[in-house]
């Protein structure tokens, strides 16, 4: 059934979403949508940053042990 909108269903909508809630309601909205949008990427990218850093920790911790140590084992 969605899979036949088109351009012309698509304008339709559009037009009537736009005579329902109004440009301002419609542009205020839309500015929300974005700032929602840019957090959201830097929540990613925040996410991303603290993960391989603990992942270069995890790699230092794993070996302490001094290297003439090593060489008697």
Known sequence: MLNNIGLPGLLLIAV???VLFGRG???ALMGEVGKG????K??????????EEETRQVEA???V???EEKDKV
């Open 16 to 18: 009537v979403v736009l």
């Open 25 to 27: 309601k419609i542009s």
């Open 37 to 40: 949008i840019t957090s959201f």
């Open 42 to 51: 830097k929540g990613i990218a925040e996410g991303s940053k603290e993960s």
């Open 61 to 63: 911790a794993r070996d």
């Open 65 to 67: 042990t001094p290297a």
